[in-house]
Structures are given as structure tokens and as C-alpha cells.
């Protein structure tokens, strides 16, 4: 198989800026964003004046901050790293300290910015990346926008990534929002969401609206659910402490989550602009039917797993992992039904699951059309019909599968559920990605259409609000346990069951 349409136009080369680090040696950015920025160094998707500038701690020098990140770098790159590339990347870089503890520290960091900006010739424009645990965002934001270092000017643009998790629950999430905008406006602030960075997660928008046959029948009238699935073999690891005071659904649902449903449900934007996508993904957040704390109890699984075996690995119980509380009713699975109240979605269920330490890694968007009549068939030996299924696979494989029923060969009218599979690797030759690279070329070129805005976040915890509650008091009662390596928790098969339905089965 060939691209219909192999040209295609080159990328728009990023303006000058200056791209600052805060939380350059940690984790993130050594896992995630380095190895992105050096994919599209790679791709010269980089601007032709470029300055890195990573927020240190005391006493590290630019050079030992260049040997961290290329250590780093090797460690966690996605391809074969090239020393020149590699090289020309980190010459770019400059350490400074600035810690929002020592407000003069951010005077500083504003007087050798600008320095920088002008032997790089950058132009002014800026890039913060928060890169760092959620409590730093507000107090950074803060130094910044204080020191001026936000405020745009007519002439150079200024930007702030926040990563997540965007607050806790529907009052902190307001709560970070506010304090931002006073310092920003809404266009400046890119709350990146990495699985938007997945090729087959934007394809979503365009499987559904650049394909005629999809869209008519893309509502209540053909469809009878739609399955969201995200499902880790990991456990919790070394995150304990982390994990413990947040839980599978805080962690999971109002972004990864909504953001998939959002975009499988959204109308059809009038435009293709970010603020016209993104009105429409907001207003399907917004009209996810509202539930009391009893229905919330009522149309939700929550679990928790037990000592097992995942493939190879044994794992313990969850409450014996480090740092997580011996009598913890903290969920590390979380299965919920929703409705959405508009015309379109008016009576199709959307079951939402996600959770660790399972037997598959999997990332999946399973849209179940309704079932043929089969009466034409009565007087076959057919009973049954398979199901109707248009499978958007995330991960580990980036794939569309359309599931139908076909005539068996043979002189008796028999058939067989079969299915045409689109992967993506098998069509197009891409280099491997973090998933960031889309993103961090988004924010550079000032295109935020895969960003998160405010109303958004907002809706999103509010949806999932009276689940919080709910679970908050109802304690470990009704919290199931599942072992690790297997599909989840029984109660999870229940809750379709009770519907006449079933989850689509882990490979």
C-alpha cells in the first residue's frame, strides 16, 4: 500500500525563542520532553535560533547540566542517537537557578534571560515549561508573571506549558485557573495532555470528520455504546505515596480519559481552528448527565489488586507496596458509566475503564453499532450475528479495525465475524516518538487546538465530582480487589451485564 497523496507540504519552521526548563534534571524531562525536542532537532523542526534554558539547582554548572541531559538523553532516546545532532541540541543549553522560595533568584533569572535572548537572537519569544509537581505551578507562574516575564508585548510572544495533573478536584482545578489567568491569558496557557500527542488519538478527528461514510452514522440512531479503555501491566511501583493520595480515576479520567470521549463525541466543528475544536469538546464535557452520590455508587466499579503474576513479574498486594497506607481504600481501578444529554449521544452508555497492574497493556476506543435484525436469516442455521465493532487501538499498537459479518464459503448460508485492520506502521514509515514532539511543535508555533482550555478542566472534574464524593464516603466498602495479570474486577463485567452487554476482551 502507497499514501493516495505522498507530497505533502513541509512543516511551518518554529519562530526564534528561548524554551526554559523548569525540572530540567528531572524525570519528565529526561524520559519525555529532551528526547522529543531531540526527534525534532532531527526532523529540523527546531527554530534556526533556539536557546534551551534549564531551571537548576544551586551550583550546577551549564556544562554538567549538558552532561545530565545527554546521559539522559542516551538513556531514554527513542532512536539511535546521533552525536552531532545531539550535540548541536545541547550547545543550546544554559543552566540557571531559580527556585520560587527566593523571589530575587527570579530577578536574576530575568536579567540573564534577557541577556541570552539577545546574543541568541531570539526575539523575546518564550516558552515556560513547568515540568514539575503540580504544587510548584502556581508559586513559578507567580515569579514569572511578578518579574514580568509573561507579560507579551505586541511584539514577542510568551507561553506557559503546565503539565498535569491540573488540580485535584473540580475546587482546586478553579482554584489553579484563576491564579493563572490573573497572570495570563487564556491563549497563553498550553495544559498538555500527552496521550493528544498520539497520532491515532488526533486521527480521531479525522477518521470521523474527512471520511463521509463515518459521520452519518456516528450517533444514537446506529450506535448502541461506545467503550473507552485504558489498562496499564504496570503497578504502582515507586509511586506509592503519589498514587495513594490520588487513585486511578483522579489520575485518569478527567484527562486521559475525557479527552478521548471528548473527541469521539464532539459535533463537527464549523472550522478547524483551536478555538472552535476545543468550544466543542467543552461542551461535551458539559453535558455528561449529572449524577447523585447514590447513582454515582450505582454506575461505577472501583478495585483495587492483590498479589499476582504479570507475565513474568510477580507483584504484590497494593497496600504492600512502599509508601501506601496498610488499610488503603484507594482505588487502582476505576470502571464508570456515563450518559451524555444532547441529541446526538441522547441513551447510548459510554463505559469508561482504566487500571493497573492488568494482563495487557492497552489503550483502545471500541464504538459497538447496534445489532442487525437476523429474521431474514430464520430459516438458516444462523442464531447469532457477530458484532459490529469500529476499534480505534492507542496502544501498544496504533491501529483502526472495523469488525463485520461475511457469508462463510459453501452452499449453505453460514456466517462469520471477520475483520479489516489498518496499522499504521504497515503504511506509514514514521520514526519512533515519545508523543511529545506534536505537542512541544504545538506550543513553539502557537497552535493549542491539543491543549486543554480552563471551561474544559472545569467540566471535566465536575463530571467525575459526585464519583469522588461518593467513593470518599463510602470508604473500603464496596471497594473490590482483582488480582494482578487478571482482566480487573468481576463487578466490572457486572456493570455491562446489567445492561445486556460485555466488555470487549484484553488480547
Not at 554548572?61 to 538523553?73: A, F, I, K, T
Not at 504484590?316 to 476505576?334: G, I, M, W
Amino acid at each position: 500500500m502507497t499514501p493516495l497523496h505522498p507530497h505533502q507540504p513541509p512543516h511551518q519552521k518554529p519562530d526564534a525563542c528561548a524554551f526554559v526548563i523548569f525540572g530540567v534534571t528531572g524525570d519528565l524531562t529526561h524520559r519525555l520532553v529532551l528526547p522529543s525536542l531531540y526527534n525534532l532537532a532531527a526532523g529540523n523542526l527546531l527554530p534556526d535560533r533556539f536557546c534551551i534554558v534549564g531551571i537548576a539547582r544551586k551550583g550546577m554548572s551549564s556544562e554538567q547540566l549538558r552532561v545530565n541531559l545527554m546521559e539522559g538523553l542516551r538513556k531514554y532516546a527513542t532512536r539511535p542517537v546521533e552525536d552531532e545532532i545531539a550535540q548541536r541540541l545541547l550547545q543550546c543549553v544554559t543552566a540557571i537557578e531559580a527556585d520560587p522560595k527566593e523571589p530575587d533568584s527570579f530577578d536574576q533569572l530575568k536579567e540573564r534571560l534577557e541577556k541570552l535572548e539577545a546574543a541568541r537572537e531570539t526575539h523575546g519569544n518564550r516558552l515556560f515549561y513547568l515540568a514539575t509537581p503540580p504544587a510548584a505551578f502556581a508559586p513559578i507562574a507567580q515569579q514569572l508573571g511578578r518579574v514580568g516575564l509573561l507579560k507579551e508585548d505586541g511584539k514577542a510572544w510568551r507561553r506557559l506549558v503546565v503539565e498535569k495533573p491540573f488540580g485535584t478536584d473540580l475546587a482546586s482545578a478553579k482554584k489553579l485557573n484563576d491564579q493563572l489567568l490573573e497572570l495570563v491569558t487564556e491563549h497563553q496557557i498550553y495544559r498538555i495532555d500527552h496521550y493528544l500527542g498520539k497520532e491515532t488519538v488526533q486521527n480521531i478527528l479525522v477518521l470521523r470528520f474527512a471520511n463521509g461514510m463515518f459521520e452519518p452514522i456516528w450517533n444514537r440512531h446506529h450506535i448502541d455504546h461506545v467503550q473507552i479503555t485504558v489498562e496499564e501491566k504496570l503497578g504502582v511501583g515507586t509511586r506509592g505515596s503519589f498514587y495513594d493520595a490520588t487513585g486511578a480515576l483522579r489520575d485518569m479520567v478527567p484527562n486521559h480519559l475525557f479527552q478521548l470521549l471528548s473527541l469521539v463525541a464532539m459535533e463537527p466543528p464549523a472550522r478547524f481552528d483551536a478555538h472552535t475544536v476545543r468550544s466543542e469538546k467543552a461542551e461535551v464535557l458539559s453535558a455528561i448527565q449529572p449524577l447523585s452520590e447514590q447513582e454515582a455508587l450505582l454506575n461505577s466499579v472501583r478495585g483495587q489488586y492483590k498479589a499476582g503474576l504479570v507475565g513474568d513479574t510477580e507483584l504484590p498486594d497494593y497496600r504492600n507496596t512502599k509508601d501506601v497506607s496498610a488499610d488503603s481504600a484507594t482505588e487502582t481501578y476505576a470502571a464508570l458509566k456515563l450518559t451524555i444529554d444532547n441529541w446526538r449521544w441522547a441513551g447510548v452508555p459510554f463505559y469508561l475503564r482504566t487500571g493497573k497492574a492488568l494482563g495487557a497493556k492497552r489503550t483502545e476506543v471500541a464504538i459497538k453499532f447496534r445489532q442487525a435484525p437476523f429474521a431474514m436469516f430464520s430459516c438458516t442455521p444462523i442464531d447469532t450475528l457477530a458484532e459490529n465493532y469500529l476499534v480505534i487501538g492507542i496502544e501498544p499498537t496504533q491501529s483502526i479495525t472495523l469488525q463485520f459479518n461475511t457469508k462463510i464459503p459453501g452452499p449453505t448460508i453460514r456466517t462469520d465475524g471477520v475483520q479489516m485492520k489498518f496499522n499504521y506502521k504497515d503504511y506509514f514509515q514514521a520514526e519512533p516518538a515519545t508523543g511529545y514532539e506534536t505537542l512541544i511543535y504545538d506550543c513553539m508555533i502557537g497552535d493549542n487546538i491539543l491543549f486543554q482550555r480552563a471551561d474544559s478542566v472545569e467540566a471535566g472534574w465536575k463530571a467525575v465530582e459526585p464519583f469522588i464524593e461518593a467513593w470518599k464516603k463510602a470508604g473500603r466498602d464496596g471497594l473490590h480487589t482483582y488480582e494482578a495479570g487478571s482482566e480487573g474486577p468481576k463487578a466490572a463485567a457486572d456493570l455491562l451485564a446489567r445492561d445486556g452487554r460485555s466488555w470487549r476482551k484484553l488480547a
